[in-house]
């Protein structure tokens, strides 16, 4: 992660050394370096964030029930804690909390509660942690199963229609804007992660642990901004008072290129409508990936960043922290401030609510090393279904029933590549871009394109018991013809490790030969029946000299990056 500052507050390492979600910590709050010196294996699980002390909640207004979640409700400055911490941050506690911020709120406080049960589950605190399961969510418990997800690289998500809309960005503090992202419909992601027709919203999560919740349909509840069909046309609104490029108490940034040809009262016209869609890129530009800057905040907006579209259009009103307001669009309470609910640097969308059964997965790697490979993680409520075991679901898949055969997306794009064995079953079949951390990068060699990034897979159901090892032919098929002069490579314990391989014709398909306990290709070396291979299909970069279009490009720092640096 390209952090601007070491922040001492803010555990990023997980006790295995990679990079994970960590919480949402305040500047000079010290609740949660309580908590994981108390328990180091929770740092950068699902536990290391808001949601392991603070609940939402809901109001009435004017006869509907506002539902916030638990970031929106204690920043909520009128029923929670406030950003002006006006308020009683005890409404905003769970049970766990309230139970800790009574025994001293410290790290002997965390150490006091283990035996209590907080959320009336039958499960100790201690217990639930252990699990890593919520100890202040009942519905959240030991027993329950680690839910079903989609990974999503930007490859794939470039890949994928796009749609481009121009909007406002109405903020309540910082600035208002209006720009023209790109990407894609979030109702048509979803529909593609397998949703369920059950799904009732999602709660999307950035790296430091901030989240807004979205119903799948419009609600008209007050901080709600829905996933499935189109928000109202909006007009341009433009008035020289507002400019802050003419005016040093302005408000509104006109300068993007987008702006110019508009005027005031324009209907802005979007090919295919307004929708909210997770971006990727502003003004034709990625967008810059997010780092923590000096006051542990987020800077930055990348790799993706789910743009809503105002519910009800209105003008970009005044800041509410500024003292002029007497101006042409003062700040406004009721006006809709869309720009608040735009996570940045999104990397997980839980779609709500988890089925009965299931417990939120253990987030550990999805966090900034989630924001520095580009990906995107999609779980919750979407058909888990694996017909054939192998760990990639039908909704990518197919409806598959062969245990010796796996049809998956290579994380560079959307066309299936397929892998085939002889004997075993295959199990575990998972997409990576190779440089993933996962990996070792000991070995890899230079001047290489990775063209289908890396895949790992184990086969299970060998003969544990054979002298030399079950030998397994590993059958690959790729989206496209395979050079004549590609090479494979293993990745085990001690590098890449050059394989030589059969049916090299300039086909698609390639074959592989695997042997149990083979230190050079099986990767835990050891005759147990099972068999490990990470894998990588490369090709040598043309000696013209020209830069490659390969997306996976082993000559550059990371091997995957198009132009997310930029």
């Given amino acids: 992660m390209k952090k601007s500052v070491f922040i001492a507050a803010l555990l ?144 794939q998500i470039e890949a994928m229609d796009q749609h481009t809309q121009f909007l406002l960005m109405n903020t309540s503090r910082s600035g208002d804007f209006y720009a023209e992202y790109t990407g894609v419909i979030m109702e048509t992601l979803l529909e593609d992660s397998g949703v369920l027709t059950s799904a009732t919203g999602i709660t999307v999560f950035a790296p430091d642990g901030w989240s807004n919740y979205h119903p799948m349909e419009a609600d008209d509840q007050e901080n709600h901004y829905h996933v499935k069909g189109e928000y ?14 003419l005016n040093a108490d302005g408000w509104c940034d006109y300068s993007a290129p987008s702006c110019k040809g508009r005027n005031h009262g324009d209907a802005i016209a979007v090919d295919g409508g307004l929708h909210m869609i997770l971006a990727y890129q502003r003004e034709g530009s990625y967008l810059d990936t997010g780092v923590l800057n000096n006051d542990n905040k987020l800077d930055g907006s990348g790799p993706f960043r789910v743009v809503p579209p105002q519910v009800t259009p209105c003008p970009p009103d005044q800041s509410s922290r500024s003292e002029v307001q007497e101006v042409v ?3 406004d309470y009721d006006w809709d401030h869309n720009a608040g609910a735009s996570s940045r640097s999104a990397t997980i969308i839980r779609v709500e609510p988890l089925p009965d059964g299931i417990t939120d997965i253990d987030i550990l790697e999805a966090g900034w090393n989630y924001v520095d490979q580009g990906k995107i993680i999609i ?50 079949v998972e997409a990576l871009y190779c440089d993933d951390p996962s990996l070792s990068q000991t070995n890899k060699p230079s001047r290489m394109n990775y063209p289908y990034g890396a895949f790992k897979l184990e086969v299970h159901g060998l003969n544990a018991a054979s002298a030399d090892g079950d030998i ?80 996976d490009d082993g000559d550059s720092s990371s091997c995957f990056i198009k132009a997310l640096l930029q």
């Fill in 232 to 245: 109202p046309e909006a007009q341009f609104q433009y008035d020289a008072e507002a400019d802050e490029a």
């Fill in 379 to 428: 779980y919750g409520a979407i058909d888990g279904t694996d017909s054939n075991g192998n760990g990639i679901l039908d909704s990518e898949e197919g409806d598959s029933a062969d245990p010796k055969k796996a049809q998956f997306r290579p994380m560079t794009g959307l066309a299936n590549m397929t892998a085939e064995v002889n004997a075993g079953e295959l199990k575990k």
């Fill in 12 to 155: 990023l390492i997980a006790f295995a050394g990679t990079s994970a979600l960590a919480a949402y910590h305040h500047q000079g709050e010290s609740d949660s370096d309580n908590f994981t010196a108390v328990y180091p294996a929770a740092s950068g699980t699902k536990l290391d964030q808001c949601a392991l002390c603070h609940c939402g909640g809901s109001y009435d207004d004017d006869g509907k029930t506002v539902t916030l979640g638990s970031c929106q409700w204690c920043h909520d400055s009128e029923h929670g804690y406030g950003y002006d911490e006006s308020g009683n941050i005890w409404n905003t506690l769970n049970q766990y909390g309230k139970d800790y911020f009574t025994a001293g709120r410290n790290q002997a406080a965390v150490t006091a509660i283990e035996s209590t049960d907080s959320d009336g589950d039958t499960y100790t605190n201690l217990e639930e942690v252990t699990a890593v399961t919520y100890p202040g969510n009942a519905d959240d418990d030991p027993t329950k199963t680690p839910a079903s997800f989609r990974v999503y690289s930007l490859d």
């Fill in 472 to 551: 397994v032919t590993l059958t690959l098929t790729f989206p496209n013809k395979i050079p004549t002069n590609a090479r494979f490579y293993k990745i085990v314990a001690g590098g890449w490790v050059s394989l030589p391989f059969d049916d090299n014709d300039g086909d698609e398909t390639i074959v592989v030969t695997l042997q149990d306990g083979d230190p050079d290709t099986d990767a835990d070396g050891t005759i147990n029946g099972v068999i490990v291979d990470p894998g990588v299909l490369a090709t040598p970069i043309a000696s013209s000299g020209s830069k490659s279009t390969s997306s």
């Fill in 329 to 331: 669009w003062p700040y």
